[in-house]
């Protein structure tokens, strides 16, 4: 049968963790994305970015998820994300349910990046973008990508830079967002019961 997830599992999945916390010292970047998670048919989906094939963009023809620096005008990185999502997705903010920040990750670009997590309500079924910043959108299965987490024995480790990746569609996530996606997947394993772990599984 179908397995969605709902705000309060989602809480209780990133719920008594002490998550990656920001560097020390003033030398990174301080950037903010969201990880959006929503049901497609019931099952748990994780919306993505294609990055722009943008010159000299350290991040052209990537997959990311959607976010971006904080600006000076931002109140907070929480706020940075909800206008880079606005931005680029034209996704607005009351169309996510808030869960909660999953910590800091570091890029070799000296950028911090701080993971806010959503549980997004989708209003109508065309998604827009802008396409000066991203190609395309992707809605990937989040018990697909379960799956090759565990298939290739990324649970309860971490790889190296060049083992880490989920190959998704004809594309490859890895660097940064392969390091949130693998903490993310993590949670999930780790806190989900057996049978809940087994009832995600069959949606793969």
């Not at 052209?60 to 959607?66: E, G, I, K, S, T």
């Not at 206008?83 to 910590?103: F, K, M, T």
């Not at 109508?124 to 090759?148: A, C, H, N, V, W």
Request: hydrophobic content about 40%.
């Amino acid at each position: 049968m179908p397995f969605p997830f709902d705000a309060d599992l989602l809480k209780h999945i990133i719920g008594f963790t002490n998550h990656p916390r920001p560097p020390a010292g003033d030398q990174f970047v301080s950037t903010s994305v969201f990880m959006l998670i929503f049901n497609k048919n019931q099952v748990p989906c994780l919306l993505t970015v294609l990055k722009a094939d943008n010159k000299g963009y350290p991040w052209r023809n990537q997959v990311a998820l959607p976010g971006g620096h904080v600006d000076k005008n931002d109140r907070s990185s929480l706020s940075a994300a909800y206008r880079e999502l606005e931005e680029e997705v034209r996704i607005a903010p009351d169309e996510i349910e808030y869960i909660g920040s999953l910590g800091h990750f570091q890029t070799i670009q000296q950028k911090d990046i701080e993971v806010f997590l959503g549980l997004w309500r989708p209003i109508g079924d065309q998604l827009y973008f802008d396409p000066d910043e991203i190609s395309r959108t992707l809605e990937l299965s989040i018990p697909m990508l379960l799956k090759r987490h565990l298939d290739q024995n990324f649970s309860g480790r971490i790889p190296g830079v060049g083992e880490l990746i989920y190959p998704v569609e004809n594309l490859v996530i890895w660097g940064v967002t392969a390091r949130i996606l693998h903490y993310f997947l993590e949670l999930i394993y780790t806190r989900l019961s057996a049978g809940s772990l087994q009832s995600l599984l069959a949606e793969a």
